[in-house]
């Protein structure tokens, strides 16, 4: 981890207003609050989720979803478009970490429900190895799981 003293521009900008201590939640725009949760719960696993509000058909709109201590939140936005181009987008990803499993069992698992992985990289200190997916809307996510003998 590297620390140091940030880029100051100009002498308003010589001490920070606030000290961020922790990541609370992030808040996704989806189509569809009901697709989403299905891959959130049952592709990635984060079943303690709670349902926040509801659209005039009952169906989710809102939902909260815990992971530890974070929360990521889904709010239904129908005409959600990600940009084409994934580079265009202002979110790259979200990590998530995971329980070991085998990577390549896990990536053909995800294939088999049609998840589009966007990549994978292994890190060596510590040894990690991770596969980048997106959830319905585009989202990047990756699954970052500990491996032995890295």
Same mark, same amino acid.
């Given at each position: 981890?590297?620390?140091?003293?940030?880029? +100051?521009?100009?002498?308003? !900008?010589?001490? /920070?207003?606030?000290?961020?201590?922790? $990541?609370? =939640?992030?808040? &996704?725009?989806? #189509?569809?609050?009901?697709?989403?949760?299905?891959?959130?719960?049952?592709?990635?696993?984060?079943?303690?989720?709670?349902?926040?509000?509801?659209?005039?058909?009952?169906?989710?709109?809102?939902?909260?979803?815990?992971?530890?201590?974070?929360?990521?939140?889904?709010? +239904?936005?129908?005409?959600? !478009?990600?940009? /084409?181009?994934?580079?265009?987008?202002? $979110?790259? =990803?979200?990590? &998530?970490?995971? #329980?070991?499993?085998?990577?390549?069992?896990?990536?053909?698992?995800?294939?088999?429900?049609?998840?589009?992985?966007?990549?994978?990289?292994?890190?060596?200190?510590?040894?990690?190895?991770?596969?980048?997916?997106?959830?319905?809307?585009?989202?990047?996510?990756?699954?970052?799981?500990?491996?032995?003998?890295?």
């Amino acid at each position: 981890m590297t620390t140091g003293t940030a880029p +100051q521009e100009g002498a308003a !900008a010589a001490a /920070p207003l606030v000290s961020a201590y922790a $990541l609370d =939640h992030a808040n &996704l725009h989806v #189509r569809d609050v009901a697709t989403s949760l299905g891959f959130y719960t049952g592709t990635l696993g984060l079943t303690d989720y709670e349902v926040l509000d509801r659209d005039g058909e009952g169906r989710p709109s809102f939902v909260q979803l815990r992971v530890g201590q974070q929360v990521i939140f889904l709010m +239904q936005r129908p005409d959600y !478009a990600p940009p /084409p181009n994934p580079r265009q987008r202002g $979110l790259n =990803h979200l990590c &998530l970490r995971i #329980r070991p499993t085998d990577p390549e069992a896990l990536q053909a698992a995800l294939r088999e429900r049609g998840t589009p992985i966007r990549g994978t990289r292994t890190g060596h200190h510590p040894a990690t190895f991770s596969v980048y997916v997106e959830d319905p809307d585009g989202h990047g996510i990756e699954l970052e799981q500990d491996v032995e003998g890295g």
